[in-house]
């Protein structure tokens, strides 16, 4: 799976808002481009199509900027990739046509449930992940992951009857 620049730009802004939001703080757009070295064009189109799915707030005025809409704990990696994702099976099946208007193999594809079936695995994955998680150095952040990811291989092992 291919992780966007809209994507990781769109995770990497909102980190930035909820490490200031630790502080109490919001972020004005060019503090936000300025922080994850992109444009402010960008940063706007990004904050807009965030702001639209509920997850930041903007403030306008001289104690304005942005905020998350909710905390950073409840926020799923999930949620936010599926809103910036441009990306669906439909469109990926559009996308690799060749010369045609849709696929060869668009009424029976042996390849259409392994592309479903991995993006339903990445969902269920950053499912499990919060934005608050993401807080902190890249080896703590690995080392949450990693307990996620062993906390659901035990539960997978465990008998049925077993508490984990």
Not at 88 to 107: M, N, P, Q, R
Not at 125 to 153: F, M, P
Request: glycine letters at 8%; one cysteine or more; charged letters at 20%.
């Amino acid at each position: 799976m291919k992780i966007s620049a809209q994507e990781e730009y769109g995770l990497r802004c909102l980190l930035q808002l909820a490490r200031a939001d630790t502080q109490g703080q919001s972020l004005t757009l060019s503090q936000i481009a300025r922080r994850e070295g992109i444009s402010v064009a960008n940063a706007g189109k990004l904050m807009w199509i965030l702001n639209k799915a509920g997850f930041v707030q903007s403030q306008r005025g001289t104690k304005g900027g942005y905020r998350l809409a909710r905390p950073a704990s409840v926020i799923h990696l999930n949620e936010v990739i599926s809103v910036l994702d441009d990306e669906s099976v439909e469109t990926h099946c559009k996308t690799y046509a060749g010369v045609l208007d849709s696929c060869a193999h668009t009424g029976d594809c042996g390849i259409r449930p392994v592309i479903v079936e991995l993006h339903q695995i990445v969902d269920n994955a950053l499912s499990e992940i919060t934005l608050s998680q993401l807080l902190g150095t890249e080896a703590n952040v690995d080392a949450v992951l990693h307990r996620i990811q062993g906390t659901k291989q035990l539960q997978r092992t465990a008998p049925n009857n077993a508490q984990v």
